[in-house]
């Protein structure tokens, strides 16, 4: 048995495959877990239920792992109406130092299907707009 935040088998030996610049999608119940990602992604399933577990507490444990260089959130198309979207200032504040980008519905779509994006997380999130792509930062010495 192994300490420490993460326990996961095939999570950990992902993001031991995963490298700077690499990418991880924290992706809602709703996305194309198969579809919306290149052939070589690998989909890690933690949706169990809805609402369990979802991005936020996922997001919470792999920060710990992980070192987090960007994240890039999904909004709404630009012919669509504004919309609020809570969860995205739960994002930031869990990841207060992070540089964050937006990206709309299809673009967001678009990079996530890129060979760069090496792991896909299926969550149970409920919430609209639930999506997070990650990329993976550089491990700083006496981390």
Do not use: W
């Not at 070589?40 to 997001?59: H, K, T, Y």
């Not at 987090?68 to 504040?93: G, L, T």
């Amino acid at each position: 048995m192994i300490y420490g935040a993460m326990t996961h088998p095939q999570f950990l030996r992902a993001l031991a495959a995963a490298g700077h610049g690499s990418k991880i999608l924290l992706a809602d119940a709703n996305y194309p877990h198969t579809t919306g990602v290149s052939e070589r992604c690998e989909l890690i399933s933690l949706n169990f239920a809805p609402g369990m577990l979802d991005v936020l507490q996922i997001l919470e444990v792999l920060k710990q792992v992980c070192p987090i260089e960007k994240a890039e959130i999904m909004v709404p198309a630009p012919d669509q109406p504004a919309v609020e979207i809570p969860i995205h200032d739960e994002f930031k504040a869990q990841l207060p130092d992070t540089e964050f980008g937006e990206l709309s519905r299809f673009d967001f779509y678009d990079a996530a299907r890129s060979e760069d994006v090496g792991i896909i997380v299926a969550t149970g999130e409920q919430r609209l707009y639930g999506n997070l792509l990650l990329t993976v930062g550089v491990r700083q010495p006496g981390e």
